[in-house]
């Protein structure tokens, strides 16, 4: 009898600097989680990076730290495809190809372009505002299934699934349409320090957010700095008191707990208590992390040998639904 093909995941990050909290909990433990029952593809997306300025020798650095970092949260290179977006050449190609078929009202309309084009006021370039189609790119030339991703990538998963019904519906059935993949309590992680903001690599102030490097130790202060209110009661209530349920999401995540068992876990404790446990086991997590990324980062030799082995599985699968594209729009075989 012949074998279902398992449906297909894909999904991915910027090689832009440190890898948060936010990214760990709102993608990589899910994909983690997702591995065994699903056929994965996780990208490092560098073409991605290159809207905002980058340093070529520290985007070289912050790639090849990514590939150890998803091995060491727990990806199985054996069984998943860990690759970099810029050996498939296949991504730029249908770029090009889906940037014809968006519209701009649908490229004005992205959050994220605002929210950037406004922090990054000197560097508007045209790849910030057409970043959703490399996205889409990147997710149709898979024929993905899933895309588990964290809240703020919700617009840009709806635009992806519009232009793959779009396309579909000029030439045939060519893509697969995708479903995103937003976990509940991970999807998103806030800032310490102004909890009502989504935690981000590029905040000026290092204590509102845990980079995956941190020392453990810091990370026990940086939670126990973290802004809550003054109730002194362990609730969730992201409206009124975001802070404490910005820390009650990141304990649930570590722990599996839900909300109601950490209100009873700390029904008579305050806030002191509360912030130490959530750091000590926040810690515990992160180092052991850590030491699997220490150990994959004296092997570079290793990581290099797998992403080039990977990038030429990922053009493979990329390659057939690249042809059928081409085909439908009429380009001349060559
Ligand atoms: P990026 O690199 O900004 O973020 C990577 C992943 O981390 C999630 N994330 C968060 N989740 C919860 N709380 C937070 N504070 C938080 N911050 C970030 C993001 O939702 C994302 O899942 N455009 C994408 C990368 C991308 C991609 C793709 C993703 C390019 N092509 C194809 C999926 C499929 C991005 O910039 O993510």
Known sequence: M??????????GIQPSGIITLGNYFGAVKNWVELQEDYDCLFCIVDMHALT???????????????????LACGLDPEKNIIYIQSHVPAHAELNWILNTFTYMGELNRMTQFKEKSQRHAENINAGLFTYPCLMAS???LYQTDLVPVGEDQRQHIELTRDLAVRFNNIYGDVFKVPEGFIPKAGARIMSLQEPTKKMSKSAEDANSYISMLDDPRNIVNKIKRAV?????????DPENKPGISNLMNIYSCITGKDHSAIEAEFASQGYGAFKSTVGEALAESVSAIQVKYNQLMNDKGYLE???SENA????YIAS????????KVGFLPK
Request: proline residues 2%; aromatic residues 6%; hydrophobic residues 40%.
């Open 2 to 11: 012949e074998e279902q093909r398992k449906k297909r995941i894909y999904s």
């Open 52 to 70: 905002v300025r980058q340093v070529p020798a520290d985007l070289r650095k912050n790639s090849l730290s990514l590939v150890a970092m998803y």
């Open 305 to 307: 040998k797998l992403i």
């Open 228 to 236: 809550t209110d003054s109730e002194a009661v362990v609730r969730f």
């Open 138 to 140: 990147d997710i149709l």
């Open 312 to 315: 030429d599985k990922a053009a």
């Open 320 to 327: 057939k639904t690249l042809s059928k594209v081409k085909k």
